[in-house]
């Protein structure tokens, strides 16, 4: 069940909009604090902010689109 509201004294509720892209990335409107599992914090200020997913990046936690030189190759 989602949450609708954290909460219930304040008017309203801002969302957060993640995008998970197929083989790539997630989305996220920023601006963003990432925090690492070793403890790391990323603070970016971009519009959308590419989340990498694939833990290839040479930038992680943020995309450089190395999963697109990484495909998996498809049996058949």
């Given at each position: 069940?989602?949450?609708?509201n954290?909460?219930?004294?304040?008017?309203?509720?801002?969302?957060?909009?993640?995008t998970?892209?197929?083989?790539?990335?997630a989305?996220?409107?920023?601006?963003?604090?990432?925090?690492?599992?070793?403890?790391?914090?990323?603070?970016?200020?971009?519009?959308?902010?590419?989340?990498?997913?694939?833990?290839?990046s040479?930038i992680?936690?943020?995309?450089?689109?190395?999963?697109?030189?990484?495909?998996?190759?498809?049996?058949?």
């Amino acid at each position: 069940m989602p949450i609708e509201n954290d909460d219930p004294t304040s008017g309203s509720v801002r969302r957060t909009r993640v995008t998970l892209t197929k083989d790539g990335p997630a989305l996220v409107e920023g601006p963003v604090e990432l925090v690492t599992d070793d403890g790391r914090v990323v603070r970016c200020d971009r519009f959308v902010v590419a989340v990498c997913t694939c833990r290839r990046s040479g930038i992680y936690p943020l995309c450089d689109t190395t999963h697109r030189r990484h495909r998996r190759k498809r049996s058949g």
